[in-house]
Structure formats: C-alpha cells, structure tokens
C-alpha cells in the first residue's frame, strides 16, 4: 500500500478520538488497577516468568513504571533519555533496562498499602496526569517524592 491508495481527508492537525477529560479518567483508572494488581503479587511472584521471554514479572512492572513516569513530563522523559543515551547500545534497550534498574524495589514500596504513601509507584494514581491538569507539575512532584 502507498499514500495514494488512502488519500488523507484532513490537511490539519490531528484531533484526538477521545476527549481529554475522559483519556484522563481512563487513565487514571488504569493506573489504579495497576497499582492493584502489583499490590497483590506474593513474594514467589515477582520472580515468575512473563510471557516476554527474558522477563519476570519484577521486570516488567519496572519498565511499565518507568514509562509511566516517563509520561509525566517532559523533564522525566529529558531525564531517563539522556542516561540511556549515555549507556549507548541500542537506545530502547538501554531506556528500558534503567527502568528496570530504578523501580527493583518495588516490593518494598508496595508495602506501604496506606493511602498516606507516596514514593514510587505507589504514587502513580493520585499525582498522575490523570488527576490534574499540568502534568509538568505531577511529573515534578513524582520524581521529588519517588
């Protein structure tokens, strides 16, 4: 297929599918169902296998973390990117393994099942973009309480 099969309608900027309250909403849904879902994994789980082969699920709720972080804005995204740009290789799999790296203890963080907590993951949900307006301002306040 080529450009002329699917002639494009529209010569502007894309319009989002979804309105952004919503996306939001959902978003901070997902972050909350997530959270949950790592809160209740046994010790013996964290090491089991995915079905990313290579990846226990410890792994990959560090990189899952490490993206959501990284969506918080764009000093995060400045952040992790030039680490892994340092590292040099391949830029993707240097991203994801500092990911890896910064959220191994994500077992002693999801310990803290209070609502009081709020370091690492445990504080995706409430200082996500999902519940404010200016995610510059919840990427600032993850990265100073992560």
């Known amino acids: 297929m080529n450009t002329t099969d699917h002639p494009h309608a529209e010569t502007g900027p894309r319009r989002p599918r979804m309105d952004r309250e919503v996306a939001m909403r959902l978003a901070e849904t997902e972050y909350e169902r997530f959270l949950d879902l790592l809160r209740s994994l046994r010790p013996e789980d964290w090491n089991k296998a995915t079905d ?3 990846w226990d699920v410890r792994a990959m709720a560090g990189h ?3 993206m959501a972080l990284m969506a918080t804005g764009l000093k995060e995204t400045l952040r992790q990117s030039m680490i892994a740009k340092r590292r040099g290789g ?3 799999d240097a991203l994801t393994a500092l990911q890896v790296e910064e959220h191994a203890d994500l077992t002693r963080l999801l310990g803290h099942r209070d609502n009081q907590h709020r370091g690492g993951v445990a504080a995706l949900p409430a200082t996500s973009p999902a519940t404010t307006t200016d995610s510059s301002k919840a990427g ?7």
């Not at 600032?140 to 992560?146: G, K, N, T």
Request: charge should be negative; proline fraction near 12%.
């Open 52 to 54: 990313c082969p290579g």
């Open 64 to 66: 899952t973390t490490g």
């Open 90 to 92: 391949v830029p993707l």
């Open 140 to 146: 600032r306040q993850l990265l100073d309480e992560a």
